[in-house]
């Protein structure tokens, strides 16, 4: 019996530490004093989410981004619409990429013509 109320001590102690002392960072628990301190503009602040539906560059199908497929290439993220899609755009992202800014010039001549 002293066995395990010396365990569950330790085991309360260690969670109040965790939850509330220099643990919380971990949990997620930020310390509020640190994120008041901090300048409105900093970088840390900005936070990209993404846009709820994208094209496929290589198929063209419009995709759901929070369950498509992506990979980034020079420093965009590109959604696809399987797996295949997205191993076919990582053998040769420039020939879909071409590809893409192609079918976008010629909508624009369309669209002012």
Same mark, same amino acid.
């Given at each position: 019996? %002293? /066995? ?5 001590? +330790? @085991? ?11 643990? @919380?960072?971990?949990?997620?628990? =930020? &310390? ?8 409105? =503009?900093?970088? /840390?602040?900005?936070? +990209? ?5 994208? /094209? ?9 981004? #929070? &369950?498509?497929?992506? @990979? ?11 797996? %295949?899609?997205?191993?076919?755009? %990582? @053998? ?9 800014? =192609?079918?976008?010039?010629?909508? #624009? %001549?369309?669209?002012?013509?």
């Amino acid at each position: 019996m %002293e /066995t395990i109320l010396y365990f569950l001590f +330790w @085991a309360g102690l260690i969670f109040i530490m965790m939850r509330f002392g220099c643990g @919380a960072h971990v949990m997620g628990h =930020g &310390n509020p004093a640190t994120t008041r301190d901090r300048p409105s =503009g900093s970088k /840390t602040d900005v936070r +990209w989410t993404a846009p709820e539906t994208d /094209t496929d560059p290589v198929c063209g199908i419009s995709v759901q981004t #929070r &369950n498509a497929k992506s @990979a980034v290439h020079d420093g965009h993220v590109y959604y696809f619409c399987s797996r %295949e899609c997205r191993e076919r755009f %990582e @053998a040769a992202p420039d020939s879909y990429l071409a590809k893409a800014d =192609g079918a976008m010039t010629d909508m #624009r %001549e369309q669209a002012h013509g």
